[in-house]
């Protein structure tokens, strides 16, 4: 998406991957009530927090723990979170549709594409 901020497009990244293995590790029929995470009016304090939120998770993993906290405390930073940079606002939400129909059509994304040698594989 070279239209968009670097940053959007990697916070989308966060979401769609946070989102992903959610699903993967408890199916469609789990509902999430999102933490309550307050906006901070410090962009660098927010993505340090999510950070830290998927640092919390990886740990959790790591101790065959639950995850799903810091999961959904990083996707609830990255949403409700407004950056601004020189002036443009960093939309994550939109970013996510985006970046969600990019994907879709990606080559490197397609199963077949994905079996061969040096296929992408997660």
Known sequence: ?????GVEVELA????????????LFGDATFFALPNVTN??????N?????????DAVEAARKNKDITVGL?????????????????????????QEKLDFNAV????????????GGKKF
């Open 72 to 96: 959904l405390t990083a996707i609830q930073l990255c949403l409700n979170t407004r950056f601004t940079r020189t002036g443009v606002a960093i939309d994550v939400g939109s970013a996510i």
């Open 40 to 45: 901070q009016t410090n962009a660098a304090d």
């Open 13 to 24: 990244d966060v979401v769609i991957r946070a989102a992903d293995l959610l699903g993967a």
């Open 106 to 117: 990606r080559p490197d994304h397609k199963l077949d594409n994905r079996m061969q040698e």
């Open 47 to 55: 993505l340090l927090d999510m950070h830290a939120a998927l640092s």
């Open 1 to 5: 998406l070279p239209h968009r901020l």
